[in-house]
Each structure stands twice: as structure tokens, then as C-alpha cells.
């Protein structure tokens, strides 16, 4: 399957989700390989595992590879959270925690209840005007959401939940496509996949879960699922649905 040209870098389909990743030396081990098996989009937050996440990605890639795209989120907890103060500390932990003078792609992680939008964003484009971050997300929207979010600062990834179980997000996998800006979908092998995903996991000799992912990638070309694992051998079982025969995928879920 063809790679996909995401925040400016060249990426297979299939990133890795981080959230549970820790400080710890086998989980620092892991990023490294885990670059060396393929993995090319890494996708942190702020806030995974109080911080530890990032500060793991930071030490396993020391100066982040040019092919090694890191992506990471601020701006998650409710009220408050999106107030330009916040997210501006939120970077600037980032930075230092990633070690990086500039972040691939920042996502604003959810929209705060009590601060516009468009503040949050220009909390986010006053470090994209000096260089600190090179491209935007935003998680957690709606279309008309991403519509606000364009006016402020270009939009390159939205990472909304989506799986087989829930797709209560197919507009904005649509829009997406329409637009042009990749579609993250965040839990990608939540959730019961029925009968159908097992028969062709069978039929094909592969994993249910490469199946799942199957049907992501074949749902739009512009999707681009963030698995989280800690173990490389479920990480190539996940890498393995880029090779997939996606007309099988196509036929499971309805």
C-alpha cells in the first residue's frame, strides 16, 4: 500500500498510539524498535501517563529522524483547558519533553467547553508563525468545527474515535477525503467487529485485529489508524493489514 504524505512527511498508513507508554527502559527499547520495524507516525499527548510518554518518545529519538513523524496533543480536562495559557505551557512542556525545537504535528486535544475554538487555535498558530510547530490537528470535532478551525490556522489531521463499532464519524471521514486532510481514527480495534472480521482473519491467515485495521484503510484513502501496543510482535501483526487484500476487508461490518 502506498505511504501517505502527512504533516509534510512521507508515512505508512498504519501509525503507533502511545498512551500507555512509559519512561520505562523495555517501553524506550520499544519506540526504537519500533521505528525499525516501519512505524513512521508516532502519536503521543500531554497528558499520556502524566507526561511520561512524551518523555519517552524524547529519549528513544533523541533528535527526532526527518522520516519520523511525532504528533502530540494539549489542551485535554474539561473547562478551562483550551485557554490560550494553558495550551501555551502545554507546548512548551512538550517541546522539552519530545527534545525537538519543533513539533511535527500538535493536535488541540478537545475543545474546552468555556474558550472559543479560535483561541485555543491561535494559542497553537503563534507557534507555528515562529516555527515550533510545523502543522496542526485538531481531535474530538465535528465538521462544523474543522470549518472554524480552517479560518484560524490549515488544517492537516483530525483525529476523531472511529473503529467497526462506532462510526458515528462518517461525515467527517468524508469531509476529510473531500478536503484532502488525514482522518486519525483514535481506538481503531475497540469495539466487536462480529462474525465476519473472524472469517476473514481465518480465510487469510492473519490477525482479526489486521483485519479491523484492514477496513479502516480501505474506509478512506485518507485514514490513517494509531494502534497503541507496547509488544512488537503485535505491533507487525498490525503493520501486516497494509498488505491486505482490501476487498476482503471491504465485505466485513455491513
Given at each position: 500500500?502506498?505511504?501517505?504524505?502527512?504533516a509534510?512527511?512521507?508515512?505508512?498508513?498504519?501509525?503507533?498510539?502511545?498512551?500507555?507508554?512509559?519512561?520505562?527502559?523495555?517501553?524506550?527499547?520499544?519506540?526504537?524498535?519500533?521505528?525499525?520495524?516501519?512505524?513512521?507516525?508516532?502519536?503521543?499527548?500531554?497528558?499520556?501517563?502524566?507526561?511520561?510518554?512524551?518523555?519517552?518518545?524524547?529519549?528513544?529519538?533523541?533528535?527526532?529522524?526527518?522520516?519520523?513523524l511525532?504528533?502530540?496533543?494539549?489542551?485535554?480536562?474539561?473547562?478551562?483547558k483550551?485557554?490560550?495559557?494553558?495550551?501555551?505551557?502545554?507546548?512548551?512542556?512538550?517541546?522539552?519533553?519530545?527534545?525537538?525545537?519543533?513539533?511535527?504535528?500538535?493536535?488541540?486535544?478537545?475543545?474546552?467547553?468555556?474558550?472559543?475554538?479560535?483561541?485555543?487555535?491561535?494559542?497553537?498558530?503563534?507557534?507555528?508563525?515562529?516555527?515550533?510547530?510545523?502543522?496542526?490537528?485538531?481531535?474530538?470535532?465535528?465538521?462544523?468545527?474543522?470549518?472554524?478551525?480552517?479560518?484560524?490556522?490549515?488544517?492537516?489531521?483530525?483525529?476523531?474515535?472511529?473503529?467497526?463499532?462506532?462510526r458515528?464519524?462518517d461525515?467527517v471521514?468524508?469531509?476529510?477525503?473531500?478536503?484532502?486532510?488525514?482522518?486519525?481514527?483514535?481506538?481503531?480495534?475497540?469495539?466487536?467487529?462480529?462474525?465476519?472480521?473472524?472469517?476473514?482473519?481465518?480465510?487469510?491467515?492473519?490477525?482479526?485485529?489486521?483485519?479491523?485495521?484492514?477496513?479502516?484503510?480501505?474506509?478512506?484513502?485518507?485514514?490513517?489508524?494509531?494502534?497503541?501496543t507496547?509488544?512488537?510482535?503485535?505491533?507487525?501483526?498490525?503493520?501486516?493489514?497494509?498488505?491486505?487484500?482490501?476487498?476482503e476487508?471491504?465485505?466485513?461490518?455491513g
Amino acid at each position: 500500500m502506498d505511504p501517505f504524505e502527512l504533516a509534510g512527511v512521507s508515512v505508512p498508513r498504519i501509525g503507533l498510539g502511545t498512551n500507555r507508554l512509559t519512561t520505562a527502559r523495555e517501553h524506550v527499547r520499544f519506540v526504537r524498535d519500533a521505528v525499525e520495524a516501519g512505524v513512521r507516525h508516532i502519536d503521543s499527548a500531554h497528558l499520556y501517563t502524566g507526561g511520561e510518554s512524551e518523555r519517552a518518545i524524547g529519549e528513544a529519538l533523541e533528535a527526532v529522524p526527518e522520516e519520523v513523524l511525532v504528533a502530540t496533543k494539549g489542551g485535554y480536562g474539561g473547562a478551562g483547558k483550551g485557554r490560550p495559557e494553558v495550551i501555551t505551557a502545554e507546548i512548551e512542556q512538550s517541546l522539552r519533553s519530545l527534545r525537538t525545537e519543533a513539533i511535527g504535528l500538535y493536535y488541540l486535544h478537545r475543545v474546552d467547553p468555556e474558550t472559543p475554538l479560535e483561541e485555543s487555535l491561535g494559542a497553537i498558530k503563534a507557534y507555528v508563525d515562529r516555527g515550533a510547530i510545523v502543522h496542526v490537528g485538531v481531535s474530538d470535532v465535528s465538521v462544523e468545527q474543522i470549518e472554524r478551525a480552517r479560518r484560524v490556522v490549515d488544517v492537516a489531521a483530525v483525529q476523531n474515535r472511529y473503529n467497526l463499532a462506532a462510526r458515528e464519524h462518517d461525515d467527517v471521514i468524508d469531509y476529510c477525503e473531500r478536503e484532502g486532510i488525514a482522518f486519525v481514527p483514535y481506538f481503531p480495534l475497540r469495539g466487536d467487529a462480529g462474525p465476519d472480521a473472524g472469517a476473514v482473519a481465518r480465510r487469510l491467515g492473519v490477525t482479526e485485529n489486521a483485519v479491523k485495521l484492514a477496513w479502516l484503510l480501505h474506509r478512506s484513502p485518507v485514514v490513517l489508524p494509531i494502534p497503541g501496543t507496547l509488544s512488537i510482535e503485535h505491533l507487525r501483526e498490525n503493520l501486516a493489514a497494509l498488505e491486505l487484500d482490501l476487498g476482503e476487508a471491504q465485505r466485513i461490518g455491513g
